[in-house]
């Protein structure tokens, strides 16, 4: 009934644990795939003993080369698995026991409010760790700061609110995921506007895993409120327009796969919003005030309203 995707590469220092975690899990009606990109560390043998040592639970899968990124490595396993619910999981975490149970019964009692044809993606709180295990922050969201009421389209254009190795999906939001579109940011991001714009995002707000963080996170934990945070991200406009302008693509990409399926509203707004690099620094700032596609928090508001 559930598929859990987990993307490894060169993870041999803690991808063991992990997996152990997820095998540990209270309901265990899930098959665990994991698609190797390559490693050459040790991880590949790590994961093969334990699809050797729990057949039919473990799948071990690798790359015939690698995909560049982690985030190529999981679409294309969710564009290969699918299954009634759908879990993504990191290499270096460690998974809570309740985590696949407590997050189903969300996503059910979803389904049940819905319906079970709308696609659906659920999504958790962390507990934000160092890499051996000490608590950085109980709660992911206070650490960055985020606010994950802001599921409306205009919102995620700009802004991601869901972090992928947190996320449940049931089949009608995977089928909307039938080719890897020309550009997107991160999978899990590409998930969200799915949901905003054609279903729904469900928070469950728990932390429901460790979420490891060892400095060689591919996409890690940012403690916004920190002074150092504050003062980087203020002089690092070359940075955040970077940033920026991969929103603007990433829009356009949205736009092109799923124009059939959007409202004329959608339409307008993704279009509009994909064409901004092309506009002026007035015309933007308008733009963004008009249709609220601007980030949440002061630091992230001051940075596109100077830079953006």
Known sequence: MISILMASYNGASYIAAQIESVLGQTCRDFTLYICDDCSDDGTWEIVQSY???????????????????????FFQMMLAYRDDYVMLCDQDDVWLPEKVE??????????????????ILVHTDLTVVDGALHVLDRSYRHAVNGNWQRTALHYELAQNTVTGCTVMYNRALGDLIREEPSFFVMHDWWLALAASALGRIVLLDRATMLYRQHGDNSVGAKFVRSPRYLLRRLLDVEGYQKELAETFLQSESFYNMFR?????????????????????????RLFQLRNRTVKYGATKKIAGFLFG
């Open 51 to 73: 699809a050797q040592s729990h057949p039919g639970q473990v799948v071990a899968l690798q790359n015939r080369q690698n995909s560049g990124s982690a985030k190529h490595n």
């Open 260 to 284: 059939d399926r959007l409202s004329s509203g959608q339409q307008k707004l993704t279009v509009g919003y994909g064409r901004l690099s092309e506009t002026g620094w007035l015309g933007r």
């Open 102 to 119: 407590v997050t189903l019964a969300a996503m059910q009692k979803a389904e049940a409010a819905h319906h079970c044809e709308t696609p």
